[in-house]
């Protein structure tokens, strides 16, 4: 007598392609290995398993852990970033630190992401991935957003459009408020609720909801300068003085650097308080999205501090990750 098997669904999450979609998403990745490899970029192949503490640092999504029979613990990857950064590492443990040269590294790897049920994102997603090691940030982003803009141009069926950021400004606030709901209240652009947060440090209804419409919403550069600089002028107490002079100053190149983008004809956008929780992130950073998609399928940024967490050198570091599966629905 046959055991009988209960017929179940593939897990949430996970998709099974159809050899028409297998099709599509071979043709996308092939398309993106292209562009990589003429933008001088080498490919490395990181391993599926990796210490979860090589994880932890993603904080947006949770990772799958298994115990090898040593029990040992494993997870399956859900952050590429810091696998290329120590497995480069490894090549130079025994380089003298004046010989090392720029590096551009690419992947083409699938990731998995423990989510929540009905969050609108795929547990299993083939991403690739372009890193930029040993390039200054403010190079090596103009250079990577360019690149990552001619990949979505060739891939993505849909308009797209790429928010730019720095980490810094999001960091400043969290340590002038010291508000525990504060990337709640960010990530659900709250005005109302950041404006307390400012009247609870003494300033007027007036000026409190001023700095919080901001922060939260991005005007055009002249214009936000312009409303900055009043609301500088017309600061009320010492803390609110040094947290605008800070914001300002890190304001400076993301906005300059959006002026670059723009002259290039690129869809970018600028917003003050783009926010995400990696830590590794050090001062610039960005998101794709595109037309019905409601996640972002292109992240990125500067981690200049990265090389220095697994080894004693210091070098700044850059790069991005495109999430290419859903792109072919």
């Given at each position: 007598?046959?055991?009988?098997?209960?017929?179940?669904?593939?897990?949430?999450?996970?998709?099974?392609?159809?050899?028409a979609?297998?099709?599509?998403?071979?043709?996308?990745?092939?398309?993106?290995?292209e562009?990589?490899?003429?933008?001088?970029?080498?490919?490395?192949?990181?391993?599926?398993?990796?210490?979860?503490?090589?994880?932890?640092?993603?904080?947006?999504?949770?990772?799958?852990?298994?115990?090898?029979?040593?029990?040992?613990?494993?997870?399956?990857?859900?952050?590429?970033?810091?696998q290329?950064?120590?497995?480069?590492?490894?090549?130079?443990?025994?380089i003298?630190?004046?010989?090392?040269?720029?590096?551009?590294?690419?992947?083409?790897?699938?990731?998995?992401?423990?989510?929540?049920?009905?969050?609108?994102?795929?547990?299993?997603?083939?991403?690739?991935?372009?890193?930029?090691?040993?390039?200054?940030?403010?190079?090596?982003?103009?250079n990577?957003?360019?690149?990552?803009?001619?990949?979505?141009?060739?891939?993505?069926?849909?308009?797209?459009?790429?928010?730019?950021?720095?980490?810094?400004?999001?960091?400043?606030?969290?340590?002038?408020?010291?508000?525990?709901?504060?990337?709640?209240?960010?990530?659900?652009?709250?005005?109302?609720a950041?404006?307390?947060?400012?009247?609870?440090?003494?300033?007027?209804?007036?000026?409190s909801?001023?700095?919080?419409?901001?922060?939260l919403?991005?005007?055009?550069?002249?214009?936000?300068?312009?409303?900055?600089?009043?609301?500088?002028?017309?600061?009320?107490?010492?803390w609110?003085?040094?947290?605008?002079?800070?914001?300002?100053?890190?304001?400076?190149?993301?906005?300059?650097?959006?002026?670059?983008?723009?002259?290039?004809?690129?869809p970018?956008?600028?917003?003050?308080?783009?926010?995400?929780?990696?830590?590794?992130?050090?001062?610039?950073?960005?998101?794709?999205?595109?037309?019905?998609?409601?996640?972002?399928?292109?992240?990125?940024?500067?981690?200049?501090?990265?090389?220095?967490?697994?080894?004693?050198?210091?070098?700044?570091?850059?790069?991005?990750?495109?999430?290419?599966?859903?792109?072919?629905?």
């Amino acid at each position: 007598m046959h055991k009988q098997f209960r017929r179940r669904r593939m897990p949430y999450g996970f998709s099974f392609l159809d050899t028409a979609a297998s099709g599509r998403l071979q043709n996308k990745i092939r398309t993106t290995q292209e562009i990589l490899i003429k933008d001088g970029y080498e490919r490395v192949m990181p391993p599926m398993l990796d210490f979860p503490e090589t994880f932890e640092v993603f904080e947006n999504f949770e990772y799958f852990k298994v115990r090898d029979h040593l029990g040992e613990d494993l997870s399956l990857r859900n952050d590429v970033t810091v696998q290329v950064i120590k497995g480069y590492i490894n090549e130079f443990e025994n380089i003298d630190i004046k010989n090392i040269k720029e590096k551009k590294l690419y992947y083409m790897a699938p990731v998995f992401r423990d989510i929540q049920k009905n969050y609108p994102a795929l547990r299993e997603v083939y991403q690739a991935g372009a890193e930029y090691i040993g390039c200054e940030s403010k190079k090596a982003i103009t250079n990577l957003i360019q690149l990552a803009s001619n990949i979505l141009k060739k891939v993505c069926d849909l308009r797209y459009e790429i928010i730019i950021g720095d980490i810094r400004i999001y960091r400043v606030l969290s340590k002038y408020l010291e508000n525990q709901d504060l990337p709640k209240i960010i990530k659900d652009k709250n005005a109302p609720a950041l404006a307390t947060l400012f009247k609870e440090k003494g300033l007027s209804d007036k000026t409190s909801n001023k700095t919080s419409f901001f922060l939260l919403y991005a005007e055009e550069k002249n214009e936000w300068l312009k409303n900055w600089e009043e609301l500088e002028k017309n600061y009320e107490n010492e803390w609110h003085k040094n947290i605008l002079k800070e914001i300002k100053n890190i304001s400076k190149f993301s906005l300059e650097l959006n002026d670059i983008l723009k002259e290039k004809k690129l869809p970018v956008y600028w917003e003050p308080l783009l926010f995400r929780k990696v830590h590794y992130y050090t001062g610039f950073f960005f998101e794709g999205y595109t037309e019905k998609i409601s996640s972002p399928i292109l992240r990125g940024g500067s981690y200049d501090s990265l090389v220095s967490e697994y080894s004693n050198i210091n070098l700044p570091a850059s790069g991005f990750s495109l999430d290419i599966s859903p792109l072919i629905h």
